[in-house]
């Protein structure tokens, strides 16, 4: 057996799936780009004045490892009123960004050889950041007929004696599906019947449409010590490059070792952005409203769109900014139709196979982008599956 190391871990794994087909686009005048998984919104004024104040006023210094207790103290507040999860300061520590709250969680679980659960089409990050932390990721396929939602059966075949961990993603990335309450309680009652622990990635949880409500799973009876929960500003408050994110576990074991990597890792989030942070929280919340608003309007244009389409479809996205299209009746791979869609009409799409195993016959559309881009970029695709 081979010994595992990071570096031949990073030797195995392949760069983004997603950055290969923006790195094509690059310098390709015209180009619509349906590939950038951020808002397209400036960061609210009040929370940009926060961080300038804080610059101002010689905010400049390190902040404790876990993050400003103001904020860690507002992110509690939040997560009790809002997500029904009731974890004190001392058990959320503010992170750069969900990226590494995720792999802070995945990194302090799993011991070499233990095996992960992820839910497939899946986050480009999982599957990597489990192989770099000496696991196996085991994917689970989420069916487009189930509207990739992930069946608790189909979870529970996949166990074994080595399987220590489920990460889940709701809102999804990449397909835009939101797990019902209902769904949750039979995935959270597995969990406990195998004492597994779940890091709960939700990150699109204030970006939801037509209706639907998001649950935290970790808000569910008997969770609360086994779920990691990750979230993040970036998307709700349109603070991206910010890199401001968060976790939370009542698991103290658990959250000690997280904190010892992040200490010794990047020490402590940015100072000055941890304030902007703050003001996020506790400043008024209608552009919060307003963009998801706006999103829901972007993604019912291009669901009618694409629901027009010849030998393609979609399921209607219920969150997130994304919409899967099925691809399979064009006969091509994902690969090759994202490359020749950019060549011929240049529209930047992300490959399914970029998701995991079972999603070469989807491409990823994201909408946040003006609704006149996406009209546009529509135009553009049905001229070239009229071609194909």
Same mark, same amino acid.
């Given at each position: 057996?081979?010994?595992?190391?990071?570096?031949?871990?990073?030797?195995?794994?392949?760069?983004?799936?997603?950055?290969?087909?923006?790195?094509?686009?690059?310098?390709?005048?015209?180009?619509?780009?349906?590939?950038?998984?951020?808002?397209?919104?400036?960061?609210?004024?009040?929370?940009?004045?926060?961080?300038?104040?804080?610059?101002?006023?010689?905010?400049?210094?390190?902040?404790?490892?876990?993050?400003?207790?103001?904020?860690?103290?507002?992110?509690?507040?939040?997560?009790?009123?809002?997500?029904?999860?009731?974890?004190?300061?001392?058990?959320?520590?503010?992170?750069?960004?969900?990226?590494?709250?995720?792999?802070?969680?995945?990194?302090?679980?799993?011991?070499?050889?233990?095996?992960?659960?992820?839910?497939?089409?899946?986050?480009?990050?999982?599957?990597?950041?489990?192989?770099?932390?000496?696991?196996?990721?085991?994917?689970?396929?989420?069916?487009?007929?189930?509207?990739?939602?992930?069946?608790?059966?189909?979870?529970?075949?996949?166990?074994?004696?080595?399987?220590?961990?489920?990460?889940?993603? %709701?809102?999804? #990335? *990449?397909? @835009? !599906?939101?797990?019902?309450?209902?769904?949750?309680?039979?995935?959270?009652?597995?969990?406990? +019947?195998?004492?597994?622990?779940?890091?709960?990635?939700?990150?699109?949880?204030?970006?939801?449409?037509?209706?639907?409500?998001?649950?935290?799973?970790?808000?569910?009876?008997?969770?609360?010590?086994?779920?990691?929960?990750?979230?993040?500003?970036?998307?709700?408050?349109?603070?991206?490059?910010?890199?401001?994110?968060?976790?939370?576990?009542?698991?103290?074991?658990?959250?000690?070792?997280?904190?010892?990597?992040?200490?010794?890792?990047?020490?402590?989030?940015?100072?000055?952005?941890?304030?902007?942070?703050?003001?996020?929280?506790?400043?008024?919340?209608?552009?919060?409203?307003?963009?998801?608003?706006?999103?829901?309007?972007?993604?019912?244009?291009?669901?009618?769109?694409?629901?027009?389409?010849?030998?393609? %479809?979609?399921? #209607? *996205?219920? @969150? !997130?900014?994304?919409?899967?299209?099925?691809?399979?009746?064009?006969?091509?791979?994902?690969? +090759?139709?994202?490359?020749?869609?950019?060549?011929?009409?240049?529209?930047?799409?992300?490959?399914?196979?970029?998701?995991?195993?079972?999603?070469?016959?989807?491409?990823?559309?994201?909408?946040?982008?003006?609704?006149?881009?996406?009209?546009?970029?529509?135009?553009?695709?049905?001229?070239?599956?009229?071609?194909?």
């Amino acid at each position: 057996m081979t010994k595992y190391s990071i570096p031949s871990a990073l030797d195995s794994i392949p760069k983004s799936g997603i950055r290969r087909l923006f790195d094509l686009a690059q310098g390709m005048e015209g180009a619509i780009n349906l590939g950038i998984g951020e808002p397209d919104f400036d960061t609210p004024p009040h929370i940009v004045r926060a961080s300038i104040k804080a610059l101002e006023k010689g905010k400049t210094s390190y902040s404790p490892n876990a993050g400003l207790l103001d904020l860690r103290k507002a992110v509690s507040k939040k997560m009790k009123k809002q997500n029904n999860v009731d974890v004190s300061e001392n058990e959320i520590m503010i992170t750069v960004g969900g990226g590494e709250a995720l792999s802070l969680a995945i990194q302090s679980l799993i011991k070499t050889g233990d095996s992960v659960l992820v839910p497939s089409p899946a986050f480009v990050a999982y599957v990597p950041t489990i192989i770099l932390s000496g696991g196996k990721p085991i994917e689970v396929e989420c069916l487009e007929d189930e509207n990739f939602i992930l069946n608790a059966d189909a979870l529970e075949e996949k166990i074994t004696e080595n399987t220590e961990l489920l990460i889940l993603n %709701s809102p999804t #990335n *990449p397909t @835009g !599906a939101v797990i019902d309450k209902k769904d949750l309680e039979k995935i959270s009652d597995i969990v406990i +019947e195998y004492n597994l622990k779940v890091i709960s990635d939700e990150v699109y949880e204030n970006l939801i449409y037509d209706g639907k409500k998001h649950t935290s799973i970790a808000s569910l009876n008997g969770m609360a010590k086994n779920v990691i929960t990750v979230n993040s500003f970036s998307k709700t408050y349109s603070m991206t490059g910010w890199r401001v994110g968060y976790l939370s576990s009542k698991d103290e074991v658990l959250f000690d070792r997280m904190l010892k990597l992040h200490m010794y890792g990047p020490v402590c989030n940015n100072t000055f952005a941890q304030f902007g942070a703050l003001e996020a929280l506790n400043g008024p919340q209608e552009f919060v409203k307003n963009m998801r608003d706006e999103f829901e309007n972007r993604k019912n244009l291009l669901f009618k769109r694409v629901k027009k389409m010849e030998n393609v %479809s979609a399921i #209607n *996205p219920k @969150g !997130a900014f994304y919409l899967f299209m099925n691809i399979s009746q064009t006969k091509m791979g994902s690969e +090759e139709f994202s490359e020749k869609l950019l060549k011929a009409e240049k529209v930047v799409t992300v490959p399914g196979s970029a998701f995991g195993q079972y999603s070469d016959d989807y491409v990823r559309l994201a909408y946040p982008l003006k609704k006149e881009k996406i009209d546009e970029a529509c135009d553009r695709l049905e001229r070239f599956l009229s071609k194909s």
